[in-house]
């Protein structure tokens, strides 16, 4: 998928306009993360970074396209968010971040690709860091993206990096009600 090229002509049916409504819950009613520094990778144009830096946390969003990176960091003005162009995948070194936040990420990587993501969400959360994903399960389009993926085969892939401390059946955007499901991660000790 060439993301650059969506963004660019505006093809983007992906994009609602404001923050996923399973982030906004989940930042009015559970658990914040205890860490200040959050990475939201395929943050796009960028309303879930925006919602966290919202609530005082130093967010940074990274998307492939630099389209959707420029228009996220001219709607954002100033303040606790900044938004650059990079491959989630590819990031050198470990980074260690507070948290992790992804909506919908996972499934628009091909299976071939999933691996990449687990280790680098492994590498860019310290121990104890929190990982907290809305995963789309079961898309109407199975050739994708967004890619199918099943709950086994997230806890399959996480779950030797993070613990799961709860998972849910998010408030979703129209027409992926119980489509989605929130799980929110420990990162475990470093090493593993």
Not at 27 to 35: A, D, G, R, V
Not at 82 to 106: C, K
Not at 113 to 135: M, N, P
Request: glycine share 12%.
């Amino acid at each position: 998928m060439d993301w650059e090229s969506c963004y660019k002509s505006g093809e983007t049916p992906w994009d609602k306009g404001e923050p996923a409504p399973g982030l906004v819950d989940f930042l009015e009613h559970q658990i914040p993360f205890h860490h200040p520094d959050i990475l939201v990778p395929g943050c796009g144009l960028g309303h879930d970074a925006k919602a966290l830096a919202g609530r005082g946390y130093d967010v940074i969003g990274l998307d492939l396209a630099p389209t959707a990176v420029q228009r996220a960091a001219e709607a954002s003005g100033k303040g606790s968010v900044r938004f650059q162009a990079g491959d989630f995948l590819r990031l050198q070194g470990r980074r260690g971040f507070g948290g992790l936040f992804e909506h919908t990420l996972f499934c628009a990587i091909p299976l071939e690709q999933r691996d990449a993501y687990v280790k680098s969400a492994a590498a860019q959360v310290r121990s104890g860091g929190h990982f907290l994903a809305i995963h789309y399960l079961n898309p109407r389009d199975p050739a994708g993206p967004p890619f199918g993926v099943s709950r086994a085969e997230i806890l399959e892939r996480f779950t030797p990096h993070f613990e799961l401390l709860a998972e849910w059946i998010p408030r979703s955007f129209p027409g992926r009600e119980n489509r989605e499901r929130m799980l929110w991660w420990r990162r475990r000790t470093k090493g593993t």
